[in-house]
């Protein structure tokens, strides 16, 4: 063997003697496994639960807990080196124990003694130590095969015999199946399945043989999930069977013949009858429809009738009072003479269509109402002499126009009767310009009225009434259901009226020129 020299023990000396706690020391960390595949326990036996600590360490200082879905439902608790029922379930005490036979490989099991159905399900497996915790989860299938089926004969029916088969103390719940001696399933007649206070399955079905010569059924009752079965075997006598005399074979033959027979004469009879009430609900319907088609046009009549009535007592009371009225200009033409008016469409035409026109306005200086060119200027002219008397309307479509003044100008006379100067006619007008509308009462260059209008629906047809002898002039908007503008009362007319109309608005004419 090779000596290790001096030098060298003594420096590994106090290496190993650090390494030592640590050697000592378990794992910081450490996980749980159970078994792979759940753990299998019949009904009544005991069952054993493990659970391993990975890697192998000693458990015992550690708390260890075995419960169902929730920590509360806690079915053992180990700690300090001892089992502790304060928590345990009821269901549990005197049933559940720790396996601690390898602890201290970090091996634990819990034993179930005496399985109950109850039991089924998942278990967890919980240790902590300290401020780490792990657990696993167990599975437990317990299996709980019941009595041999008890299987008998309750009677005829249907032209055969009724078997029944009944078995109790299975778990989970069974599947029950009927069979002929070839092995041939037969469907059942009625199956139920209930579950007693413990958990246990108890499984009832009926089945109704009518071939005689089936001899042997038997009753089979299998756990579905590991297979184990039980059965029981009926012999059927043929004498058993109930007999069936000639007349009942001849009757049976001929009576479904004879219920079709019956089923289509119904069903034609059936057919006439619904086709009667349709044609009868038909003629109704249209009986109805003419009926209510009459009363509806009696209404309309009435209801016309009564409009024209109502209309009628309007008008006449209109007529009564008229001139107190600013309604209804189209019952006001009718006290009145309609104007031997023309109005110049050519020359309002073009200046209505030219695109720079609404813009030019705004730039000329020409008068509107006083200049010695005022004839050539108002787009309207008066078919007789000027009005002196007597009531007199008009009306002016004056469509999407930018700016224009309509209304009357008034040529005023002296005590002889003669003109005055025609540069101080009087105008009453109703102007626009823009959106903005305004009456005027003017004798240029002075202003005796004036009148900013608000007026919702911008006009396109306007109608002028004139009557003289009350010395008033109205303005109405005939593209507005006849809705009154504006009325001029305020003095007395001293000459001859005329219509005026213009393209422009009075604001943007200068003084007369001498």
Not at 468 to 495: K, L, P, R, W
Request: charged share 25%; with cysteine; glycine share 8%.
């Amino acid at each position: 063997m090779v000596g290790f020299p001096a030098c060298a023990a003594g420096f590994l000396l106090p290496l190993l003697l650090l390494q030592v706690p640590t050697w000592c020391l378990a794992a910081p960390g450490f996980s749980v496994k159970g078994p792979a595949e759940p753990v299998v326990a019949l009904l009544g036996a005991d069952a054993t639960l493990p659970c391993q600590l990975s890697p192998e360490q000693s458990t015992a200082h550690m708390h260890i807990r075995w419960y169902r879905a929730q920590l509360s439902r806690t079915v053992l608790v180990y700690q300090d080196g001892q089992e502790h029922d304060g928590e345990q379930m009821l269901e549990y005490h005197g049933r559940a124990e720790l396996v601690a036979d390898s602890i201290s490989k970090g091996a634990v099991a819990l034993l179930i003694h005496h399985v109950r159905a109850t039991d089924n399900g998942q278990y967890r497996c919980y240790f902590k130590d300290g401020h780490i915790s792990q657990e696993a989860i167990v599975e437990l299938h317990v299996i709980g095969l019941g009595s041999v089926p008890h299987i008998h004969m309750t009677g005829p029916e249907d032209g055969g015999i009724r078997v029944q088969c009944s078995s109790g103390g299975w778990f989970p719940k069974p599947r029950l199946q009927w069979s002929d001696m070839g092995g041939v399933k037969l469907p059942s007649l009625s199956e139920s399945q209930t579950q007693d206070g413990d958990g246990l399955f108890y499984a009832e079905a009926s089945l109704v043989v009518t071939d005689s010569s089936l001899g042997n059924v038997t009753c089979s009752i299998q756990n579905p999930l590991f297979g184990q079965e039980k059965v029981a075997t009926i012999f059927l006598p043929e004498p058993f069977f109930p007999k069936v005399c000639p007349w009942k074979a001849a009757l049976a033959g001929t009576l479904p013949v004879l219920v079709l027979l019956l089923i289509g004469i119904s069903y034609t009879g059936w057919r006439e009858h619904q086709a009667k009430e349709r044609e009868v609900k038909k003629r109704k319907k249209e009986s109805h429809e003419r009926d209510q088609m009459k009363n509806e046009k009696e209404m309309a009549l009435d209801a016309k009738a009564n409009v024209t009535t109502e209309l009628e007592r309007r008008k006449k009371l209109y007529a009564e009072d008229w001139k107190k009225a600013l309604l209804y200009p189209d019952w006001r033409k009718e006290q009145f003479e309609l104007a031997p008016v023309t109005l110049s469409h050519k020359h309002f035409c073009q200046n209505n269509s030219d695109p720079e026109r609404k813009e030019n306005l705004r730039e000329e200086t020409h008068d509107l109402c006083l200049s010695k060119k005022q004839g050539d200027q108002n787009l309207i002219t008066l078919n007789k002499e000027g009005f002196t008397s007597g009531r007199y309307y008009w009306e002016v479509d004056i469509e999407d126009t930018y700016e224009w003044t309509l209304g009357i100008y008034e040529e005023p006379k002296d005590c002889s009767g003669l003109l005055q100067d025609p540069l101080k006619k009087k105008f009453r007008v109703l102007e626009k310009k823009g959106y903005e509308y305004r009456a005027l009462t003017c004798c240029l260059p002075d202003i005796s009225l004036e009148e900013p209008l608000w007026i919702e629906t911008c006009p396109e047809k306007i109608g002028i009434f004139l009557n003289y002898e009350d010395n008033d002039i109205s303005f109405y908007n005939m593209t507005d259901d006849g809705a009154h503008i504006v009325s001029f009362t305020e003095s007395g007319f001293s000459g001859p009226l005329y219509p005026y109309f213009k393209l422009k608005s009075m604001e943007l004419s200068p003084p007369a020129q001498q």
